[in-house]
């Protein structure tokens, strides 16, 4: 069983940051997982992965969107995996999901269907 709880979502301005948190450790088959990422769907629009990482390995993939301001990042003592975002934009706010995915092929271009373990989602706003 995998459980993912985010948290750190909420409402800045343009140009802040933000860290959002994945928390896996109530998960008792997290060493199961070979990649976790970040995903996120703004209202009337496709969930997109925006940055993944192998569970043991390293960053995979960032979105274009996204390089150079956002970093993601795990802490294997605490099962956490973190996506720390800087200089938002109002285009970045989406209600953002940590995911886990199982698949050996769960490298490359993320897509949702490689994914099994979805957390409920935090919400990220950005004003201008």
């Known amino acids: 069983q995998v459980v993912l709880v985010e948290s750190g979502g909420g409402s800045v301005q343009a140009g802040g940051s933000l860290r959002l948190s994945c928390d896996a450790s109530?998960?008792?088959?997290?060493?199961?997982?070979?990649?976790m990422g970040w995903f996120r769907q703004a209202p009337g629009k496709e969930r997109e992965g925006v940055a993944t990482?192998?569970?043991?390995?390293?960053?995979?993939f960032y979105a274009d969107s996204v390089k150079g301001r956002f970093t993601i990042s795990q802490d294997d003592a605490k099962n956490t995996v973190y996506l720390q975002m800087n200089s938002l934009k109002p285009e970045d706010s989406a209600m953002y999901y940590c995911?886990?995915?199982?698949?050996?092929?769960?490298?490359?271009?993320?897509?949702?269907?490689?994914?099994?373990?979805w957390g409920q989602g935090t919400q990220v706003t950005v004003s201008s």
């Open positions: 109530r998960s008792t088959a997290i060493f199961s997982t070979n990649c």
């Open positions: 990482i192998r569970t043991i390995g390293g960053v995979l």
């Open positions: 995911a886990a995915s199982r698949s050996l092929g769960c490298g490359g271009i993320p897509t949702v269907s490689k994914y099994t373990y």
